[in-house]
Structures are given as C-alpha cells and as structure tokens.
C-alpha cells in the first residue's frame, strides 16, 4: 500500500527544486499534494508537468506574509477537505561578505528562511489541532544551520533557527500527535545555476562526502517521504541530516588520532580525499 494513502500534504516552494521532487515523491505514494511558490510560472509547469488533477492542486504565494500563508492553507483545505503534512521547503541563500551585509540582505534571508516556515508551520499545527488527529510537519533546515560557511551568515542563522524551531514545536505539540522534525540537506543538485557538476565549487564539496556524490532531489524527497508517513510516528524534535556523510566527515577528521594534531578547517581536505 502506498505510504501516503489519502493523506493530504502541502508543500510550499514546489515550482522548481527540491520541493517539486518532494511534491512529486508524495503523489507517488498516494497523497494528495497542495504545492505553493511563489513564481507563477514554474509553479504552472509543475502543476502541468506533474499531471494528477484529482490529488494535485496549487497556488502562487509569497510564504513571507502570514496573510498570503493563510489563504493558501484555506485555499488547500476548501480544496481537499484537511491537512496532514505540511513541508516548510521554501528558502534559499545569497552569499555575502559578513561586513558587506545591509539590513534589507539581513531581514529578507531572516523572512524567506525563518519567518515564512514560521508562517506554514504555526497555520499548519492549528490546523492539526483542530482536526485532532495528529500529523507531520516537515521544516527543511540545511546542514548550514550546524556548522558556519563563510559568505552564509544571515541564512546560516535562519536555518539554525528553523532546527531550534522544529526541537521546541516538537516538545510543545507531540502531546497532540503531530510530530515536528527538521530534514537538513547538504549539498542537492536542484537545477540551480551551480549545477554544473564539473564546477569546481561542487568538486570540491563532492570531495567532503563520504559517498563521493552529491545530492539529489529525490535523496530529500525519500527522506520526506519517510518524516510524512506512519514508518517514523517515535521521530520527533530530531534534525534529520542528509549530505552523504559530508559533516560526519568533519567530525571523524577532528577526531581519528591521525589528525589529532593537526588543525583540519571545514573546507581543508587531506589529499588522499580531494578529487
Ligand atoms: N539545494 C541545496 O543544496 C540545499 C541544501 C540545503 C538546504 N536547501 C534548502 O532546501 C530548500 C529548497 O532548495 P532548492 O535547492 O530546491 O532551491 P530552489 O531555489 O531550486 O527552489 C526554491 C523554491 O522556493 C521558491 N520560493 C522562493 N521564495 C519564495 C517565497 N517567498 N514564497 C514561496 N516560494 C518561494 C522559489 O521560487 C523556488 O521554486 C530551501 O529551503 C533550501 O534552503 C537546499
């Protein structure tokens, strides 16, 4: 039986990217998907490509004002009676030097990337509450939220806060049976302009991951697939990471006596590793 058997989730930023693949692993399993972004366009596409009238529906909004949130969610419960899961996907980072950083940078990576899951998952979890039979909610984070990157600062402190976020929702909310976890990926290849994977920025992040591969859009998906359906009802309050073994990495290097004594920085890769 499929695993998302009549469940209805709702997925924000599904026009392109990661979410799409979320959107796209869901309806395979049998939910129904109400998918948001806020570009018309490939939000369009994907309700065309994805092709499934009966359980896929949608509609442009800007997850960044809690008005827009709202009559999205009334829009994904007029439509398909309740809401079950939501995926708080929508975000992304823009480099900048931490010097260079203006208040406008600062606050609109603080509202696409905290305030707009902030938004979805609060409107989300009264709604769980008021249907009173539980549900999933799915906040994405970014192993950028555990570790700092330089240029990243301000999304590096949004994503830390979506875990902090998910740990409290978790304790506040598990009594009710809806149960609130991170999913942090590292890098994905989601048809960005950086996906060229000969670029030598991805060679290099290819070279942290234990599996010598970077991401994929359905590596996220699977991994949402699972937080949304029954198979993971003893997970809560957990920041759920999926990189290949690029952070463990950077613990095991700290930690093996061979590289006791040396100083091994986040980017710094031993030669035996680097591609
Ligand atoms: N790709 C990666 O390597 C990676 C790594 C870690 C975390 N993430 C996180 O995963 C999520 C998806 O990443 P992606 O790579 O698919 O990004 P993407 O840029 O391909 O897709 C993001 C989608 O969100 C939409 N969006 C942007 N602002 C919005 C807003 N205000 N309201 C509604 N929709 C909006 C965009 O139009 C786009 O369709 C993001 O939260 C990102 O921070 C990505």
Redesign the pocket.
Known sequence: MPRLQDRVCVV??????????IATAFLAEGASVWI????PS??EQTLKDLAAPDRLDGCV?????RA?CQAMFDQAVARFGRVDAVV??????IACAFVDIDDDLWAHEI???LT??FHCAQIGARLMLAQGEGGSIIN?????GMYGQAGMAP?GAA?AGVINMSKSMALELGEHGIRVNAL?????????EYDDPDHPTLTLLRSHTAVNR??R?ED?AAAAVYLASNESTFMSGHAMVVDGGATARQLLMTATPDTQSQTVSRHTVPDSSAS
């Open positions: 924000t930023g599904a026009g392109r990217g990661i979410g799409r693949g948001c972004d806020i570009n490939t939000l909004t800007d997850v960044t004002s827009a708080n996907n929508a975000g992304g980072g509202a696409l990337n707009g899951v994405i984070g970014s192993t950028n999304y994503k942090c990926p590292g890098t994905i290849l989601s048809g960005g970077l991401g859009v996220i």
